[in-house]
């Protein structure tokens, strides 16, 4: 993470041309397999792309690492519920990957209202010699068939075929915020505003409601629910963060349904720094476990924090993302910015965070050196094999030549989705309709 070694190479960039960019080509979800073999991003426009990482070659050692396009496939359709008079949007919002059983990939993806199963897989061979159908396919009269033969498989060229195999509709009253599949790999849970399910992977007509803060009376609603995740080793416990800044932890075995939480993390407000942006920046965008299950990671508007699960009066640490932003919220929430959701990601060993800014900007922080690093996703830099630099941003006084100031930041440009290889610093960064995926210099 030093200055001298954070001159991290792009390894390859997924550029649609901007001329012809679109809402729908929009990436709303990014997400790594357990391998790290595969990469998967969801759109706007309900169309999920998967790339595979090339397999090294004798002759051109560094060509591994790079991702190319697997499958691509359309997840969701738009819908429209008639008995609403309510238009459902085809957006994905988000993609799980399925641990990796056999030679096929599954994946979960989810719109608004509908998670689906779909499961990718290779063909390259195909049968020939039916005994009751001709080569092109047509039924042969039994009365013609003299002889039995054996049918045989031909090679033919590689095809992906991405299938639906399971699709988990009509429980959700309200918008789907996550997923997260289970680590018993038989279950998974989906979550919307007020409620989380909890399904079966094999079963599509039912599912049980898990925590349900829908109160008798809406008008007396506070918080709503914004993302939540089971732990990676504990099939029993799962955490859900809310719009009012605070985690709950819950255990399954205590109750079948669990609205009262055993844990609950949340910071106490500092009253000096109390506003009236206060309640809107602490609501928590995103929370995630780390992959020990020791600790957890959330993010609000200005910061990331991390937790330990053994110790809910305060945060273990917090990272400042963008605290130049903090005099300017009130423009941000003139246009709406305020409300944008970004997402956080552990790397594989827990000692990194990384999470988005605006103007294509993406913050990291070494747990153990304290360092932190502002990196930019942008075509300019978007080279094969060129090297980021270190951005910064000033706020106030003299503008060094190598800084931008805080007033010529682009809020449009925002990066939400990041994720991170789960062994490899390889990370992927969604700005747009572009992905990015930068790795560490290979020496």
Same mark, same amino acid.
């Given at each position: 993470?030093?200055?001298?070694? #954070? ?36 759109? &706007? ?5 998967? /790339? ?20 691509? /496939? ?68 039994? *009365? ?23 699709? /988990? ?38 599912? @049980? ?6 109160? *008798? ?38 109750? *079948? ?18 506003? @009236? ?27 990331? &924090?991390?937790? #330990? ?62 360092? #932190? ?27 060094? &030549? ?37 790795? #560490?210099?290979?020496?």
């Amino acid at each position: 993470m030093e200055e001298e070694s #954070d001159s991290r190479k792009i390894n390859n960039s997924f550029l649609r041309d901007h001329n012809y960019a679109t809402e729908a080509d929009i990436i709303s979800t990014v997400e790594f397999n357990s391998t790290g073999e595969l990469l998967a991003t969801g759109d &706007k426009g309900g169309r999920v792309v998967v /790339f595979q990482r090339e397999q090294e070659s004798k002759n051109q050692p560094h060509r591994r690492g790079e991702y190319n396009v697997y499958s691509t /496939f359309q997840s969701h359709e738009p819908e429209f519920d008639y008995l609403k008079s309510l238009e459902i949007e085809e957006k994905i919002n988000k993609i799980r990957w399925l641990p990796q059983q056999n030679a096929a990939y599954f994946l979960l993806s989810t719109n608004d209202k509908t998670v689906k199963l779909w499961k990718i897989s290779e063909r390259d061979k195909r049968p020939e010699g039916y005994n009751l159908k001709d080569e092109d396919g047509r039924i042969r009269d039994p *009365a013609t068939i003299t002889s039995l033969r054996v049918p045989v498989l031909q090679p033919m060229d590689l095809m992906v075929e991405a299938m639906p195999r399971r699709v /988990f509709s009509n429980a959700h009253t309200y918008h789907i915020n996550s997923i997260s599949v289970n680590s018993d790999y038989e279950t998974f849970m989906s979550t919307d505003d007020l409620r989380i399910n909890l399904w079966n992977l094999e079963i599509t007509n039912r599912s @049980f409601n898990i925590v349900d803060i829908k109160p *008798a009376n809406m008008e007396e609603l506070t918080e709503v629910i914004t993302a939540a995740e089971f732990h990676p080793h504990q099939c029993n416990t799962l955490v859900y963060s809310s719009s009012k800044g605070s985690i709950r932890l819950c255990d399954m075995r205590a109750a *079948a349904l669990c609205d009262n939480h055993s844990k609950f993390f949340e910071e106490p407000e500092d009253p000096s720094n109390r506003s @009236f942006f206060s309640e809107i920046i602490s609501s928590i965008s995103d929370v995630k476990f780390s992959h020990s299950g020791r600790y957890l990671m959330t993010r609000d508007y200005l910061t990331v &924090k991390v937790w #330990d699960l053994n110790m809910e009066s305060k945060p273990l640490e917090t990272y400042q993302v963008h605290d130049y932003l903090r005099s300017k919220l009130c423009s941000l929430y003139e246009n709406d910015c305020i409300f944008d959701k970004f997402e956080c990601v552990w790397n594989g060993s827990d000692s990194v965070i990384m999470t988005g800014s605006y103007n294509n900007f993406f913050r990291m922080f070494d747990r153990n050196t304290k360092r #932190d690093v502002t990196l930019e996703a942008s075509r300019e830099n978007s080279k094969p094999r060129a090297i980021l630099k270190p951005r910064k941003v000033c706020v106030g006084g003299k503008r060094r &030549k190598d800084e931008i100031s805080v007033d010529s930041l682009d809020f449009s440009k925002k990066i939400l989705h990041t994720a991170w290889h789960p062994s490899e610093n390889i990370i992927a960064v969604a700005a747009t309709n572009n992905l990015y995926i930068f790795q #560490d210099k290979v020496n």
